[in-house]
């Protein structure tokens, strides 16, 4: 594939791909390619990366479609919400029989789309099934498909949610792979990441039992502890030698500081393994960011949390600690390797959103902004190493990429208004906004 009249660095040029690989790069370049894509002046930018995110959970997050007050409060907006939905199974909440009376079976076959639906009362106690979804999950349902306080055998017969509206989503961002982080990943849930978040690259997370596996795509072992329930230090730095011995890394969340010295702490008694991570480092002061300098690890932070949640940092958060929330250029400064990811479902999975915020901070809070190359250098870590010198848009590179809709020198203005037009990986073309069908 060529793509044509692209901003690489301020110079407009074209960018020959084939077989995954960026072959050549240059002004008016000459292929016999019948495969373009014209770039019209937008910069070509390495594929985007989430450092941090939970695929399941922002999945069943995103599926579920609201279908009550005060979203939906009358028949022709259910009907027309459950037609608009895109997952292949749609799962509605909140429904309440002001909007369209006693709904049932019958009701969803003959109103919503042809697709297995089904939509839980407010009241968490009821599910109305339409007749695909009663054969889609093997239950025994009553004719009027209204199935009452069986809230966990629906949920055991569809464990986890379609990835599929997320992904597409994530693709529409740039985003070309994604670092999943939820504590409880094993082997299904690795299974069914490798067989439904594609075309991502998949970096995967997750429990000690995962290291057994000799799987290129799982990451480091995910040590997630809170404030009321610490580990002894001794048996934290032993979680930490085990994976190691395994030849695995560690990621701690650490949002509070007892978590985040209680961690430095067990990793200095374990020994350090190149590659090691710390997740949110959400307040960190200056010996602390010295110490884990000297340790070697790398933070990996959410520059949204500090535009979402400011509210509330003002209010619950002393004054005299704003200046360690959700810190950026100290760290830059201290030279410490940094990553960034979304959180999601917690934060915004909108990594543009993200940048603009490492940008241009809150008030009270803007000691920590960093340039918009530096947050763009957040989000195009390696799949595999977020501590590795952002990726490149240059020959022989793996053509994981992302084009937007404006030179880099107008992009990094305003980020968050940034739209992107296409993206790959390894050189497919994975989302296509310039033409409808691909080219
Ligand atoms: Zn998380």
């Known amino acids: 594939m060529l793509i044509r009249n692209v901003d690489l660095k301020g110079t407009i040029v074209d960018v020959f791909i084939t077989q995954g690989i960026i072959r050549d790069i240059g002004p008016n370049l000459k292929y016999d390619d019948k495969i373009f894509l014209e770039g019209a002046g937008g910069a070509l930018l390495p594929g985007l990366h989430d450092h941090h995110i939970h695929l399941n959970a922002s999945a069943a997050a995103m599926n579920s479609l609201s279908c009550g007050p005060p979203d939906i409060v009358n028949k022709t907006a259910l009907i027309n919400t459950l037609h608009a939905a895109q ?3 749609i799962r509605g909440v909140g429904y309440h029989p002001s909007v369209a009376g006693e709904i049932d079976r019958m009701w969803l076959d003959d109103n919503g789309p042809k697709k297995p639906i089904r939509i839980q009362h407010r009241s968490g106690r009821l ?3 339409n007749s695909l979804a009663m054969q889609a999950n093997g239950l025994i349902v009553p004719a009027n498909g209204r199935l009452l306080d069986s809230d966990s055998d629906i949920r055991g017969a569809s464990q986890f949610p379609d990835l599929k509206p997320l992904i597409n989503r994530l693709l529409g961002y740039g985003i070309t792979g994604v670092t999943e982080v939820t504590p409880s990943n094993g082997a299904e849930e690795l299974a069914h990441y490798l067989k439904h978040a594609q075309p991502l690259r998949l970096c995967i997370m997750g429990k000690a039992d995962l290291s057994n596996l000799n799987d290129p795509h799982i990451g480091p072992l995910k040590l997630h502890y809170h404030d009321h329930n610490l580990p002894a230090l001794d048996d934290l730095a032993a979680e930490i030698k085990a994976a190691h011995k395994a030849g695995r890394n560690m990621a701690a969340h650490c949002v509070t500081r007892a978590e985040l010295m209680l961690t430095l702490a067990a990793i200095e008694q374990a020994g350090v393994m190149a590659g090691d991570r710390i997740e949110h480092a959400a307040i960190a002061d200056d010996a602390t960011i010295d110490w884990m300098k000297r340790l070697g690890v790398i933070v990996v932070t959410q520059p949204n949390f500090i535009a979402e949640r400011v509210k509330a940092y003002r209010k619950d958060v002393p004054l005299k600690e704003h200046g360690n929330l959700w810190r950026l250029k100290a760290f830059e ?5 940094m990553a960034a990811g979304s959180d999601a479902p917690f934060g915004d999975a909108n990594p543009w959103a993200a940048m ?3 940008v241009t901070r809150p008030s009270g809070f803007e000691a920590e902004a960093v340039s918009p190359e530096t947050a763009l250098a957040l989000y195009t870590k390696p799949c595999h190493d977020a501590g590795a010198p952002a990726r490149r848009v240059e020959v022989e590179a793996i053509a994981d990429l992302c084009l937007i809709d404006r030179p880099w020198a107008e992009a990094r203005m305003n980020l968050g ?4 037009k296409a993206t790959w990986v390894g050189g497919s073309l994975v989302y296509n906004g ?5 080219v």
């Open 417 to 420: 208004d940034v739209k992107v």
């Open 356 to 358: 603009a915020a490492a």
């Open 434 to 438: 310039v033409n409808e069908a691909p």
């Open 87 to 89: 997952s292949d199974f």
């Open 333 to 337: 400064t201290a030279g410490l390797p």
């Open 127 to 129: 599910w109305i099934l």
